[in-house]
C-alpha cells in the first residue's frame, strides 16, 4: 500500500540517490545517480504542485514562488496536474 504523502517516499529516493552518487568513484555511476536524484525531485515538484492546487493555490500564487506569470505556471505545470507526472 502507498504512502498516503507521497514526500516521504520520493524524500527516501532522493536521500539513497545522493548517498549513492556520494560514493560513486565512477563518473557514470555518479552521472547516474544525478539522474535519479532529478526524476525524483521532478516527481516531488509535481505532488507539491498538485497538493497546491488541491488546496486552493492559485496560478498566480504558484507562479511567483517561480518567477513566473500566471500563464507561465499554467502552461509549465498544468500537465503535472492534469496527468499527474511532468510532460516530458
Known amino acids: 500500500m502507498a504512502p498516503r504523502n507521497p514526500s516521504g517516499r ?13 560514493a560513486a568513484d565512477d563518473p557514470l ?7 535519479s536524484v532529478r526524476e525524483a525531485a ?6 507539491a504542485i498538485r497538493a497546491a492546487r488541491k488546496s486552493g493555490a492559485t496560478w498566480s500564487a504558484i ?8 500563464q507561465g505556471a499554467q502552461q509549465r505545470f498544468r500537465p503535472m496536474t492534469d496527468r499527474g507526472t511532468p510532460k516530458g
Request: aromatic fraction near 2%; glycine fraction near 8%.
Open 29 to 35: 555511476a555518479q552521472l547516474d545517480a544525478a539522474r
Open 10 to 22: 520520493i524524500g527516501a529516493r532522493i536521500s539513497a540517490a545522493l548517498a549513492a552518487h556520494a
Open 42 to 47: 521532478d516527481e516531488l515538484e509535481a505532488a
Open 63 to 70: 507562479g511567483a514562488l517561480y518567477g513566473l506569470t500566471k
